[in-house]
């Protein structure tokens, strides 16, 4: 079986039978003292097909696979039995923070707006038995301010640091986890140190939430809600474990298309549940109606960056973007002309074959861009496999179209504008320029060597 996205004539991996997955997922349950069955047993274990991950040239090890695996409705629903049990020293505070790529797809499929849909979802959610429910937008609020200076320093030193330009976003999981086992230093030196949203919201539930909940990391279940299954690999990064709780930053990553799958267990719809506030991490103080950033289907990293270094670099104020389409449409470039030279060029690379086409001139000397905003999903985070799809595994288009104009609808909002992450950058994180902001927003990509006989892939 191959990978659509594979480049060679055999495929090195080999999909493994359902008896083998399912023995691997219970043994795991059986070393966590959950055994017994429940009202959710029957729900399908979490898969990660050839054609999910972009990360595609011997890249799993057995562990992981039998990690990732874990991660599916099972695993929550271990949590919330565990709770109910007498032994209150093993309960946990379970939080799920939900991706806002994942809710234009709840909206579109239910019909709801936005404001609507998180709100039920939030209701959905607690009507299991969660704790809190979050919104991983200010976990991005962090992630592109800290790539804007990031990129910013990067430009001034272009000159000195021959690995400075181009920057590439480290937002998308299945690109950094392709960069860096099958890439080499040439292209991981080059990628932005920030954490993506996701871990950076995995250090603000367990690290901020934590501190003002009077919470150990460890008391805290923390589950992310995404559009795709690369970040069920993201969350196993070695760098995004504190050993000295024995905690991940993220314990479990489900899909949109699984939450649904939970809905359709327990035979409930969208329209049905009571809307709840969704929680913030601020105490009493909810979130209001949905935000988001400029971007039209993903976080928005290369418009932020542009607008922020022509007004820092070039004292530019740029408003709006035009987006010149080059290949094909998941390949499109941003400049910015000054006295009649080209002093910035900005790219979009979606998909994995505009994403080689960018490495393979990189590794020709021939890039000519200064950043580059890359994505596995042809399309974007909206059309992330893990929703949108149909019932063969292609994109449900009609759904995204709808999931889109949801998504472009709704209000942008700056991340400088948030006072909360103000706030939180002085009360926190000791000052922008600190070192605790390295050590909590940021992390180090490079290239993995990894032997055969270390691979045993488990598909």
């Excluded at 939030?122 to 919104?135: A, E, I, M, Q, T």
Aim: proline share 2%; glycine share 4%; net charge neutral.
């Amino acid at each position: 079986m191959k990978c659509e996205n594979c480049t060679k004539k055999e495929c090195s991996k080999k999909q493994k039978n359902d008896d083998s997955q399912s023995a691997s997922v219970d043994a795991l349950s059986s070393n966590d003292g959950f055994e017994e069955k429940n009202e959710f047993h029957a729900l399908a274990n979490a898969k990660i097909l050839l054609s999910d991950c972009l990360a595609c040239d011997n890249c799993m090890t057995s562990e992981e696979g039998a990690r990732v695996f874990q991660q599916n409705q099972k695993e929550l629903f271990r949590i919330l039995n565990l709770n109910k049990k007498c032994d209150t020293s093993k309960h946990k505070v379970l939080a799920v923070s939900i991706c806002p790529q994942s809710l234009p797809y709840f909206a579109a499929k239910f019909n709801l707006s936005v404001n609507d849909a998180a709100r039920r979802l939030c209701g959905f959610l607690k009507s299991l038995g969660v704790h809190y429910v979050f919104d991983t937008t200010i976990a991005a609020d962090f992630s592109i301010l800290e790539s804007q200076r990031e990129f910013v320093q990067r430009y001034q030193r272009r000159n000195q640091e021959e690995h400075a330009l181009p920057m590439f976003a480290s937002a998308c999981p299945g690109w950094i986890r392709y960069a860096e086992r099958v890439l080499t230093n040439l292209v991981t030196s080059h990628i932005c140190t920030a954490k993506s949203p996701q871990q950076i919201m995995g250090s603000l539930v367990k690290g901020y939430f934590a501190r003002q909940q009077n919470l150990s990391p460890d008391k805290i279940f923390h589950v992310i809600v995404a559009p795709c299954y690369d970040k069920k690999l993201e969350a196993l990064r070695e760098d995004f474990y504190t050993a000295l709780y024995n905690s991940q930053e993220v314990d479990c990553v489900l899909t949109s298309g699984e939450i649904v799958q939970i809905m359709e267990q327990k035979n409930v719809s969208m329209k049905d549940v009571t809307e709840v506030a969704v929680d913030s991490l601020f105490g009493e103080i909810k979130e209001g109606d949905v935000v988001r950033h400029d971007g039209k289907r993903s976080d928005g990293y290369l418009e932020h960056i542009f607008k922020h270094a022509a007004k820092e670099l070039f004292d530019m104020d740029v408003k709006e973007i035009t987006y010149k389409a080059l290949k094909n449409k998941d390949f499109q470039e941003v400049t910015l002309e000054k006295d009649g030279e080209t002093v910035l060029r900005f790219a979009a690379a979606y998909g994995f074959r505009n994403i080689q086409n960018m490495v393979l001139k990189l590794k020709k000397g021939k890039f000519l861009y200064h950043f580059v905003e890359v994505l596995a999903c042809p399309g974007g985070c909206l059309n992330g496999k893990g929703q949108a799809q149909t019932e063969d595994g292609k994109p449900d288009k009609a759904l995204l179209n709808q999931m889109e104009e949801v998504y472009a609808a709704i209000p942008v909002r700056l991340p400088e504008t948030n006072v909360y992450v103000q706030k939180m950058y002085q009360d926190w994180l000791e000052g922008m320029d600190s070192r605790k902001v390295q050590e909590t927003l940021h992390t180090k990509y490079s290239a993995v060597n990894q032997t055969a006989s270390g691979l045993d892939i488990k598909w």
